[in-house]
């Protein structure tokens, strides 16, 4: 065979084992590098979701001075004035406000909140524009020594305050408190437990007592 034509096929032969080479190696490398990148996005979410449920811990227990009350913002009606509290960003992710007030004879004596259409009828929803919709079934709650139940709502006024809001009525005979939680945000499944543990303060439930005249 001639040596030129031999040298050739060496070439030949010693590129393309080169060229392979190349493709192996650039294939290792573009799968190593879509390994990172996937890694990298999961522990991203991960921390993201894992951030949200941190929120929601942090967010299901808060002192009472967490509630700052603050002046009634609406109108008086037939029902008169009542208090009002909010919590701030820091201390419940978003502000939050609630709104508390007595009313006297408006309960069913012998049954109280029985069901979700009791809640519904005797919420203050005048206060958050006349209009809400519920989002899920609504659970019996114990406020101090006074049963009751309380719900949540997507707010679906004109001009709403807020996005959504959580409903709690509990009574005493035939005398009941309806507290209007107020959010700004559609997820109040994370700040209902504080809200309830709010009313259960000594604070809320002393002033309870004075109004329902117990």
């Given amino acids: 065979m001639p040596i030129g034509l031999t040298s050739w096929r060496r070439e030949s032969t010693w590129q393309r084992t080169k060229g392979l080479r190349k493709s192996v190696i650039n294939c290792r490398l573009a799968i190593a590098v879509t390994t990172v990148v996937a890694l990298a996005a999961a522990t991203a979410g991960f921390a993201i979701f894992r951030g949200a ?4 811990e942090q967010h299901k227990s808060l002192t009472p001075s967490a509630w700052a009350e603050v002046a009634w913002p609406f109108p008086l009606d037939q029902w008169g004035g009542g208090r009002a509290f909010k919590c701030r960003p820091a201390e419940c992710g978003s502000e939050v406000n609630i709104y508390l007030r007595a009313k006297l004879g408006f309960c069913n004596c012998a049954t109280g909140v029985a069901n979700d259409e009791d809640l519904d009828r005797m919420s203050d929803f005048d206060l958050v524009g006349g209009e809400a919709s519920p989002l899920a079934p609504g659970r019996p709650v114990r406020i101090g020594g006074m049963n009751g139940r309380y719900r949540a ?8 305050p807020g996005e959504s809001a959580i409903s709690v009525v509990f009574n005493d005979r035939c005398d009941m408190v309806v507290a209007t939680a ?3 945000h559609d997820q109040p499944t994370t700040i209902e437990p504080a809200v309830i543990e709010f009313l259960n303060s000594a604070a809320v439930l002393h002033w309870a007592e004075v109004a329902l005249g117990l």
């Fill in 153 to 160: 709502y997507v707010l679906a006024a004109l001009t709403p």
């Fill in 182 to 184: 107020v959010l700004p």
């Fill in 53 to 56: 449920v941190l929120l929601d």
